[in-house]
């Protein structure tokens, strides 16, 4: 621990500066007079800071990407459908970087359990999903599926459209009268599964955030759920909530 938060302080103060890569082992081992294993270890304890990714056949490298600032009292506003900004491009924009988004897969589900508890539609039911993957400054940073109800996807063909227009699918369902009054965000913290870890290029053990978002409409109905799995180490949640009822 003594050597892992000497390390930590040299990347801190900008002796390790960003993409630099960490002493190895053997340099360790020589530097502080330990064995193999607590050098070892003692760089793994910096993974969990966010500090170092790690590559294999390759070591451990000081990290580049300051964190995304996420702020759920801007991200979902109205104003910024209405400009023709979807929630991504808006946030990651903000911060000075380039957002870029792959379409994964567009289609009919069987829709999960959870999801379909949230959406309030029969366990196995077909609704439609649409998979992304978000980079920044073309590093993956978000993996996200929406699920919305077929009797809605069917309705509005833009939802199934690889591009659905300016605004994203929020624009595209306010503007077939499923205006939207109020969304929940349920946040989890864990670490990454190994699907998880290949798709964000993360290192093996790294955390990941995986928030549930549901968007209910005016009418009381929920006409979406995203589903998104976030690299903790390039975002911040910050939450407004206002004192009065």
């Given at each position: ?7 930590a ?63 759920s ?19 990651v ?11 994964l ?15 309030g ?5 077909q ?34 459209a ?13 503007e077939r ?66 004192a009065?009822?």
């Open positions: 621990m003594q050597i892992a938060e000497d390390l302080q040299q990347i801190k103060a900008g002796v390790l500066g960003p993409g630099e890569k960490v002493p190895s082992e053997s340099v360790l081992m020589d530097r502080y007079m330990v064995s193999q294993g607590t050098a070892r270890r003692a760089v793994a304890e910096l993974r969990p800071m966010g500090l170092i990714e790690t590559y294999h056949g390759k070591g451990s490298f000081v990290k580049r990407r300051p964190p995304v600032l996420r702020k009292s801007d991200r979902l506003r109205r104003s910024h459908r209405r400009a023709g900004k979807a929630m991504y491009p808006a946030e924009e903000r911060v000075g970087k380039v957002p870029t988004v792959r379409v897969y567009i289609g009919p589900v069987e829709v999960p359990g959870d999801i379909a508890e949230l959406l539609v029969a366990p196995g039911s609704v439609l999903a649409r998979r992304r993957l978000y980079f920044s400054d073309g590093t993956p940073a978000q993996e996200a599926t929406s699920y919305l109800p077929w009797d809605i996807a069917q309705d509005i063909p833009e939802l199934s690889e591009n659905p227009g300016g605004g994203g699918i929020y624009a595209r369902l306010e009268g499923h205006v939207l009054a109020e969304f929940t965000e349920i946040v989890r913290a864990r670490l990454a599964t190994k699907q998880e870890t290949s798709a964000l290029s993360l290192s093996p053990g790294a955390p990941v955030l995986h928030i549930t978002r549901s968007a209910q409409a005016e009418s009381g109905r929920v006409v979406e759920v995203c589903d998104m799995i976030m690299a903790a180490d390039q975002f911040v949640l910050v939450y407004r909530s206002l009065e009822d």
